[in-house]
């Protein structure tokens, strides 16, 4: 899956910005990006949301444990990776119908904490069981919300692109000739929301988390660290 949102979406993270700055490299353009992903996958989908926004998805290599899905409800867009555990009594828990998948049940949470503010977003993130990771786009509200799972099963990463996108993929390989050293593995247990300004931990809201240079060696440019915890991301 792949999420690309431009600078009228998202403020690039400084900590990604600081990474590529230490190790200037090559990077292509957001919409370079989607190109190269549609090539790689057969019958991949492209969906470009107003002006600001491009999404892409494909049903290509993926796990049988954690596929792919892709929503849309009420002007809201969801890119979901893997299962949820607990998918039955959310869905009782949201009053969704028997058939909803876990995007429609990612849509209805995310609903659940716009309208109800100020419900912690924490609380709707944490109450998630399963291997997942999950971009969701607010058209209406030009919101962004991302999250990975506490374990970090689903692969997640993000960078930013030659034109100042910020971009989230499934896929390094993708990013890594696209956004230079200005990528790292999005940390687990976290969400990023532009709604509540930046990067946050499911279980330490309140924690600043800081992002720790990485070696010259490693294919990214930083990894994430919550602080009075482990690292998240290595």
Not at 59 to 86: M, T, V, W, Y
Not at 129 to 152: C, E, I, M, N, P
Not at 207 to 226: C, D, H, M, Q
């Amino acid at each position: 899956m792949l999420g690309i949102f431009s600078g009228a979406i998202v403020s690039p993270p400084e900590e990604l910005v600081a990474a590529g700055s230490r190790t200037p490299s090559p990077k292509t353009t957001g919409a370079t990006l989607v190109n190269r992903f549609v090539e790689k996958n057969p019958s991949a989908v492209s969906i470009q949301v107003g002006d600001y926004v491009q999404l892409a998805y494909s049903h290509h290599k993926e796990s049988l444990l954690r596929p792919r899905s892709f929503g849309a409800k009420d002007e809201i867009f969801c890119l979901f990776q893997g299962s949820l555990d607990n998918l039955g009594s959310l869905k009782q828990q949201y009053g969704l119908a028997k058939n909803a998948n876990e995007v429609l049940l990612v849509i209805e949470a995310y609903k659940t904490l716009r309208d109800r503010a100020p419900y912690p977003a924490n609380h709707v993130v944490a109450h998630l069981s399963g291997d997942f990771a999950f971009v969701v786009f607010d058209k209406t509200t030009s919101t962004l919300f991302v999250a990975s799972d506490q374990v970090g099963k689903v692969p997640l990463y993000w960078g930013i692109t030659a034109d100042g996108s910020v971009a989230f993929a499934d896929d390094i390989e993708l990013l890594k000739g696209a956004c230079g050293k200005s990528l790292a593995s999005f940390p687990q247990g976290c969400y990023y929301s532009t709604a509540v300004g930046g990067l946050r931990s499911f279980e330490n809201p309140k924690n600043k988390i800081t992002a720790i240079p990485a070696n010259e060696e490693e294919i990214w440019g930083a990894t994430f660290k919550v602080e009075g915890a482990t690292v998240l991301a290595d």
